[in-house]
């Protein structure tokens, strides 16, 4: 297919690109910079201007016509990185623009980054149950979370306008890649640094994996998939983990050895998607 992939410059972006690109697909790099490997068509846009995200979709001169698929990954990657109301209209109008221009262009499979910010992050209230999964209502508490929340409505909507549309929405759980991994020893020693969001990683070509398994899936309409790592951050046991106001929470299944408490039971039923890098392999 030919494939538009916004945020294509980024770090989980670049291990999409490269991925798709070793399936065989003819991938078109969008973002606010060039993308870095000449060999990848890049046209530089600002995705909260719709004039340009319709044309990245429809023809830009010297760009071929024809885009099958989107993979929206722009966006503002988190909280604190701009102010509250800057990002909130940044991360929405962007997402806002790719959902109803690739309508516009007659585009009928379209995969983006939601978060794992909606689950509870940073869970000042203790999840429903551990390991947390899609089950239970959304929880942003923040304004960037809040935009995601919004979105997710957003891509349901879309998906009710057209039928034959599939709009996934996964919710990439903290992105790593190899120079990440070498921090990750200090930690150890204080879990709480991380508990933040339950311990939870996903590594970048992982998280690619999981993009390409949406993108070519048949399945239809709108629904969102929890992707992360198999394992925590931490070299300790997940049970030794699980205290203060966790303690209490209820336990389900999958808490054995260093088991990731962001559950990817529902990528794997559906998807296909197993989860293949482990940091502790990485370093």
Same mark, same amino acid.
């Given at each position: 297919m030919h494939i538009a992939v916004t945020g294509a410059a980024g770090k989980l972006g670049r291990a999409v690109v490269e991925d798709l690109r070793r399936a065989g697909h003819v991938v078109h790099a969008l973002d606010?910079?060039?993308?870095?490997?000449? $060999?990848?068509?890049? #046209?530089?846009?600002?995705?909260?201007? @719709?004039?340009?995200?319709?044309? =990245?979709?429809?023809?830009?001169?010297a760009r071929p016509r024809g885009i099958e698929a989107v993979v929206?990954?722009?966006?503002?990657?988190?909280?604190?990185?701009?102010?509250? $109301?800057?990002?909130? #209209?940044?991360?929405?109008?962007?997402? @806002?623009?790719?959902?109803?221009? =690739?309508?516009?262009?007659?585009?009928?499979?379209?995969?983006?980054?939601?978060?794992?910010?909606?689950?509870?992050?940073?869970?000042e209230?203790?999840?429903?149950?551990?390991?947390?999964?899609?089950?239970?209502a959304a929880r942003p508490e923040s304004s960037y979370s809040l935009g995601k929340a919004l979105e997710e409505t957003m891509a349901e909507h879309f998906a009710r306008w057209t039928p034959d549309l599939s709009i996934i929405g996964l919710r990439f759980s903290n992105v790593m890649d190899d120079s990440d991994y070498p921090g990750f020893e200090t930690w150890q020693d204080d879990?709480?640094?991380?508990?933040?969001?339950?311990?939870?990683?996903?590594?970048?070509?992982?998280?690619?994996?999981?993009?390409?398994l949406a993108v070519e899936s048949d399945r239809k309409g709108a629904d969102t998939f929890i992707i992360a790592a198999a394992d925590t951050v931490m070299r300790r046991p997940t049970s030794e983990?699980?205290?203060?106001?966790?303690?209490?929470?209820?336990?389900?299944?999958?808490?054995e050895g260093r088991a990731s408490l962001l559950s990817t039971g529902k990528a794997r039923r559906v998807l296909g998607y197993v989860p293949q890098v482990s940091w502790l392999d990485r370093i």
């Open positions: 606010r910079i060039r993308f870095p490997d000449t $060999a990848v068509e890049s #046209t530089v846009i600002d995705m909260t201007d @719709y004039g340009q995200v319709v044309e =990245a979709f429809t023809g830009v001169d929206h990954l722009a966006a503002i990657p988190g909280p604190g990185l701009a102010a509250n $109301a800057a990002l909130f #209209t940044n991360n929405i109008t962007s997402t @806002y623009n790719v959902f109803s221009a =690739a309508r516009l262009a007659g585009i009928t499979t379209i995969v983006w980054a939601s978060s794992e910010t909606l689950l509870g992050i940073p869970f209230t203790a999840p429903p149950y551990l390991p947390v999964d899609e089950e239970y879990p709480d640094t991380r508990s933040w969001n339950l311990w939870g990683y996903i590594d970048a070509r992982d998280g690619a994996r999981a993009v390409r983990l699980i205290t203060g106001r966790l303690a209490s929470v209820e336990r389900r299944s999958g808490l």
